[in-house]
């Protein structure tokens, strides 16, 4: 595997609990190097024409380039690429600060998410492993009770939360 990727997508299907670990090899990433092209190769895989966009068909890819992580300032990027609510058509975005490489260090090229969970549940990566945890208890929140309370749930306050 080239340097700077983990060789690890984690595929996370909301409606049935299951958590898969993909892992593609050399020419995969040489064809979809990160950020979009790799997200956009989830979408046109696994997701049927004509869904909607809010609906549990759409699916939603956290992804990282092979430079995330990096000691170079600006560097610290995630792009996230669904079928967008707004316009109908696939779109991307992409964010920084700190989650994207906290990611990249937990051991995940990417996270492609599918499904709908039946309650409220979050995501805990950590050490190339990662668990769905009930999240019942920060529904309704503002984003910094929610991360209050997951640094306290899980016993550490530099924890990098990405949430909506």
Known sequence: MPNGYHGRILLVNLSTGELEVEQPDESFYRLYFGGSPLGLYYL???????????????????????LTGAPISGLSR?????????????GDSQSGGFFPVEMKFAGFD???FKGRSEEPVYLWVHNGEAELRPAQHLWGRVTGEVEALIHEELGDSKIQIAQC
């Open 78 to 90: 995630l792009t996230t690429v669904a079928k967008s609510p707004l316009s109908g058509v696939i």
């Open 110 to 112: 990417a996270i492609v």
């Open 44 to 66: 046109l895989r696994d997701m049927p024409q004509g869904i909607d966009p809010l609906g549990p068909e759409n699916i939603l890819v956290l992804a990282l380039s092979v």
